[in-house]
């Protein structure tokens, strides 16, 4: 399924983003709101995992129903899971396509990583805090 | 002891009547602030020393080992970008562009992910705004396009709008209106005299829209325009021409989609245009505590909000080139320092795997993303904290930041000085 | 000790007496002495032209608005920009340089003294912040109380004492010099998008009047003995028939101090129009002299415009929405709760507009056409009327007919009908331009008992030596030289030390920052007024002990205590 992904920040997100070592902002940060009827069409719950993929690359997150977010397009929390997805264009403005980039859904078994995870893929060493 | 007044250094509100409790150096409570602002304060979590990447380890090193590490990283660059800043005071910031400066680096801040297409557009058109205390004694009418304050910011609608009693508004809540304008129904929403719910990517043609009735022009505006009804989109515009003094907030709503920049632009000038009929304002909500401090502090040393390079020795400004994301999806920078801020977690992934394969040194007390794919981080205290500094609300009023408690830990402003002096040194100045 | 010896300067000391006489000047840690010992260091000034340190007594140059001024203008900031050099920094911009520009450009011009022309109390913190990067001028802030609502409330319960402690207060708390009045009453009436249109028009909601106001805030001054007097930007700024208004408001002013002035009426040349359009503007700058010859009690400055772009900025919220609506360029703005209001556009002042050469001719006028001139200073409003890098081409146009002559020939056809400026034959000399560039901003400022503005013994040594020898150069015919002349200093030199040489500055600086704080008896003090501090905490956005400016953002802060009478 292709939505338009949006984020921005969440008060769960905003609460732990100073630690974000912590389980608290990983589970803030690594879910992904998306309307019932979508999820129907998907053949997920609520919970289920599901993998994004975007422009800039992919990355598995936590499907979380919400019918604030219109059918056709999802909304996660701002943060390095969003960013997976994100490419670095910016159409000379600087400024990517944080809250207008095109994603491809499928649901997944495979787990949600951690940011470490996340880190270490793109080349980075993990720090245990 | 009850420290009272205390100025929270999360979001550019910068709330400043902060009741905080502190016990045996350790902040135990914090009353007045909201949730985003307490967890800051109560829970925050450090780094203990310096810590540099030894192989597939770290290993914990010395404030001296590390500085001389940080500025042989700087020297031995061609293209180092400087980025962060904004969760620092201005005095650290300060450094910094000299710092870049010196080296002829890049140096960016937050905002370039941020209200950077504002920048661009406030540079285009102007910006009409005002301080916070004039929304709060006089505004009527208050409109949220493209943001979220009860999750970004907050305690913005108790302090400074829709729930603040003022001069002129006594009943706040029958007295003020509130319009929200955004793509999806947003726990702000709920709170709206008016929802005005905008598909995707149709800021742009709304807001054109908006003008054209405000000029007297409504005959043009087609019966829906991007999921808005004509009826509404008339309603809203008479809401706002009668009312007596209208602030429209916007945010990333408006500069994170396709027209970015041109977005704000027709904020602006319909701002502008409804001048003519009665008192208007706009203001961007920022971010970061001390993002717009960030703004300040580059502007007066050289001339520009964000996004400086002075590879030329001179200071250089073209955002689309000389901005952070540009920079580092072109494999541009050979390293960078990172202050203040997370690049690993707020960059797009392509930014940062590019931050992984270059030396990138952070200054900043908490582990964060960017630690894992650094080499060097070095901790200071915390602007608002263990730090006093200056800040700048986001509506330019300048707060100074206080140090509530004593942490021993080196400030921003120390750490960059030394590297600053350390560099220049070496340079045989 | 360090100590210093300038031999053979030519020096022009108006407050001291002296004219054109070739002498030495002793310096000592600072400050001049009557005589230093022989292994003093020595500088050989050759004859050239020596004057106290330039001061500028309206330019604005730090602060939020200022600022702002760059942020929105990335075009301007392209148009001047220099390298990081010896212990020069990069700058940037031409008409709103940023703060090493500024500090630069004025210190390689021979100024050593700046005073910030409006400062919001609500932001002093930012202003104070930028006066630490000007590092090379010592500054002062005019601070606004235009719109503040505690002074209108005073001014309506017709309580000069209780204005006075509010000024007093504020003053203090936010380390400010002088009090400034811009468009009064008109900032709080464009917090509606309001204005007025004289000053016998009440205040929406506050019941007073700008002459209220303004006459209030004279006595309070005085109450208080605060070195300068009310700096005043009067109403209908910029208003083709204007003139009246001025004129008007010159009349309200009594003579209450007779060290200086009572008003400081700031950059007049916009306030001088007659006509009552934009196509029939004319100057009245012969009426608007007229009255100020008459009255000692006031002093102006010119507010000349020179051709060119440049960018408006003013706490006269109003009057640059009006210029927006005129000129469709970007418009900024920005309202300061409680207290005033602030705009800005950029210009281009043309030589082929009718209406700017008017507004440049009524500067040179005024000037012209004050008999004393104690009573006109030079001034641009920098950068309004013009960056301050034009002034050594106003000098030129004041001391040279022939300039001035060869200037109009250039301009619109209508001037000769709008102006006098073809008619006037007077030339400047030496010592006049020296009042007009330092000693009348001294005594007008109430700064040289603080050892500014002159060279007497005592004195602070702020010097400014120029490559001129006034005995070869008739200004009158080669005012090219005098104009290259004042640009570029042979020696600047700030507190016994040389800043800037041939155009260069040659060390880091350490500026200071006056401010003045009035004593006040406790029962006015208005900080122990609960009514007071519960309306400061139900209105304003911050809370009142976050309100006053720290004394770490004045590192070498220099307090002028005043008695108040009160």
Not at chain 3, 27 to 35: A, L, T
Not at chain 3, 163 to 184: C, M
Not at chain 3, 211 to 226: F, S
């Amino acid at each position: 399924m292709k939505v338009m992904m949006n984020t921005g920040r969440t008060v769960p997100q905003g609460e732990s983003v100073e630690r974000k070592h912590s389980p608290e902002y990983e589970s803030a940060a690594s879910v992904c709101f998306i309307h019932p009827v979508d999820m129907m069409v998907l053949g997920i719950e609520d919970g289920a995992h599901i993998r994004l993929s975007g422009s800039g690359g992919s990355v598995v997150l936590t499907a979380v129903a919400s019918e604030t977010v219109e059918q056709g397009s999802v909304f996660v929390p701002l943060g390095p899971f969003s960013n997976h997805i994100v490419s670095g264009e910016t159409h000379c403005t600087g400024m990517p396509d944080f809250k207008s980039t095109m994603v491809e859904i499928i649901p997944t078994e495979d787990p949600v990583p951690s940011v470490a995870e996340l880190m270490e893929a793109l080349g980075g060493v993990r720090y245990a805090h | 002891m009850l420290i009272k007044d205390v100025v929270c250094p999360f979001c550019g509100c910068l709330c400043d009547d902060l009741d905080v409790e502190v016990e045996n150096g350790r902040i135990i409570r914090v009353d007045n602030a909201c949730t985003l602002g307490s967890k800051t304060m109560v829970g925050d979590d450090r780094l203990k020393a310096p810590i540099r990447r030894d192989g597939k380890g770290w290993i914990e090193t010395t404030y001296d080992a590390a500085i001389e590490e940080a500025a042989q990283i700087l020297l031995d660059a061609d293209r180092p970008l400087l980025y962060g800043w904004s969760r620092t005071h201005g005095e650290a910031q300060g450094i910094g562009v000299h710092l870049a400066e010196l080296i002829g680096g890049v140096v960016d801040n937050t905002s370039t992910v941020c209200h950077g297409p504002s920048i661009l557009a406030i540079q285009e058109v102007g910006h009409p705004g005002c301080t916070l205390g004039q929304v709060k004694n006089r505004a009527d009418l208050i409109i949220y396009w493209g943001c979220n304050p009860i999750d970004a910011h907050p305690r913005h609608m108790s302090r400074y709008t829709t729930y603040a009693t003022g001069f002129f508004v006594k009943d706040a809540h029958r007295d003020r209106k509130v319009i929200v304008v955004d793509t999806r129904r947003n726990e702000s929403a709920d709170v709206a005299t008016e929802f005005v719910q905008v598909e995707p990517g149709g800021d742009y043609a709304v807001l054109s829209a908006l003008r054209a009735i405000v000029r007297g022009r409504g005959d043009v505006v087609p019966p829906s325009v991007s999921g808005v009804s004509r009826e509404q989109l008339v309603r809203v515009a008479e809401m706002c021409k009668n009312a007596k003094f209208g602030a429209i907030f916007f945010g990333l709503g408006l500069t994170m989609t396709a027209g970015k920049n041109k977005n704000v632009r027709n904020a602006i000038e319909l701002t502008d245009e409804l001048n003519r009929h009665t008192k208007f304002i706009i203001s961007p909500m920022r971010g970061h505590g001390n993002v717009y401090g960030t703004n300040e502090v580059f502007t007066w040393i050289t001339g520009y909000p964000y996004a400086v390079d002075f590879s030329r020795g001179i200071a250089f400004y073209n955002p689309g080139e000389t901005t952070a994301i540009d920079i580092l999806r072109r494999g541009e920078c050979d390293a960078c320092l990172v202050v203040a801020s997370d690049p690993a977690a707020h960059f797009p992934k392509p930014c940062v795997e590019h931050l992984a394969r270059i030396p990138v040194v952070q200054i900043d007390p908490h582990p964060n993303a960017t630690t894992h794919i650094c080499r060097l981080q070095i901790p200071g205290s915390v602007a608002g904290i263990d730090a006093a500094g200056t800040a700048y609300r986001m509506d330019g009023v300048p707060i100074r930041l206080k140090a509530i408690i004593e942490t021993g830990v080196p400030n921003d402003t120390e750490i960059l000085q030394r590297l600053y002096n350390r560099v220049r040194e070496a340079k045989g100045e | 000790m360090t100590e210093l010896l300038i031999r053979n300067a030519c020096v022009f000391d108006p407050l001291n007496g002296i004219r054109g006489d070739v002498m030495d000047i002793a310096i000592r840690d600072g400050r001049i002495v009557e005589s230093v010992q022989n292994n003093a260091d020595v500088i050989d000034a050759s004859g050239f032209l020596t004057l106290p340190g330039g001061i500028d007594s309206h330019s604005h140059v730090c602060g939020t608005k200022v600022n702002f001024g760059r942020y929105m203008s990335p075009e301007d900031m392209r148009a001047g920009r220099t390298a990081r050099r010896g212990k020069m920094h990069v700058t940037s911009g031409y008409y709103v340089p940023t703060t090493y520009g500024n500090s630069y450009r004025y210190s390689t011009m021979g100024y050593t003294t700046v005073l910030e022309g409006a400062m919001a109390p609500l932001e002093a913190r930012h202003t104070h912040e930028e006066f630490n990067a000007t590092p090379l001028q010592d500054m002062l802030a005019n601070t606004l109380f235009d719109g503040n609502w505690s002074i209108m409330e005073a001014v309506h319960a017709q309580d000069v004492k209780r204005a006075a402690a509010i000024v007093a207060w504020t003053l203090s708390s936010v380390r400010g010099f002088a009090i400034k009045l811009t468009n009064p009453g008109g900032t709080e009436a464009w917090g509606w998008g309001g204005d007025l249109t004289g000053i016998r028009d009440p205040v929406p909601n506050f019941n007073v009047t700008p002459a209220e106001i303004i006459t209030t805030m004279i006595e309070a001054n005085e109450l208080l003995h605060l070195p300068h007097s009310v700096h005043l930007h009067c109403n209908n700024l910029g208003k083709p028939g204007n003139y009246a208004t001025t004129l008007e408001t010159f009349g309200l002013v009594p003579d209450l101090n007779k060290n200086r002035q009572t008003l400081y009426a700031t950059h007049v040349q916009f306030h001088a129009y007659g006509g009552s359009t934009w196509r029939d503007i004319c100057s009245k700058a012969d009426e608007i002299t007229k009255s100020v010859n008459a009255k000692p009690q006031i002093v102006m400055d010119m507010g000349q415009i020179m051709f060119g772009r440049t960018m408006t900025m003013t706490a006269d919220g109003p009057m640059e929405f009006n210029l927006y609506c005129l000129h469709h360029n970007k418009w900024s703005n920005h309202d300061v709760e409680l207290e005033t209001g602030s705009g800005i556009i950029p210009v281009l002042y043309s030589k082929k507009s009718l209406v700017n050469c008017v507004m440049w001719a009524i500067g040179l006028e005024l000037a012209l056409l004050t008999k004393n001139p104690y009573q006109c200073l030079l001034a641009t409003d920098n950068p309004n009327g013009a960056p301050f890098v034009k002034y050594p081409e106003i000098i030129g146009l004041l001391m040279s007919k022939r300039y001035r002559d060869e200037e109009c020939a250039t301009l619109h056809d209508g001037i000769d009908q709008r102006t006098s400026i073809s008619s006037i034959d007077r030339e400047m000399d030496w010592n006049e331009i020296a009042i007009i560039t330092r000693a009348g901003q001294a005594r007008a400022l109430g700064i040289a008992a603080q050892g500014k503005g002159h060279l007497a013994p005592g004195a602070e040594a702020d010097l400014a030596i120029y490559p001129i020898r006034c005995d070869d150069v008739d200004p009158a015919t080669e005012y090219r030289k005098v104009v290259e002349g004042f640009q570029k200093t042979r020696f600047t030199i700030k507190r016994g030390r040389v800043v800037a040489r041939d155009g260069d500055v040659i060390v880091d600086g350490a500026n200071t920052t006056f401010w003045v704080n009035p004593t006040i008896p406790d029962e006015h003090n208005v900080a122990n007024d609960p009514e007071f501090v519960k309306k400061f905490e139900e209105y304003y956005t911050v809370r009142m002990s976050n309100y006053p400016v720290q004394d770490v953002y004045l590192p070498r802060g220099r307090c002028i205590k005043t008695e108040a009478d009160i």
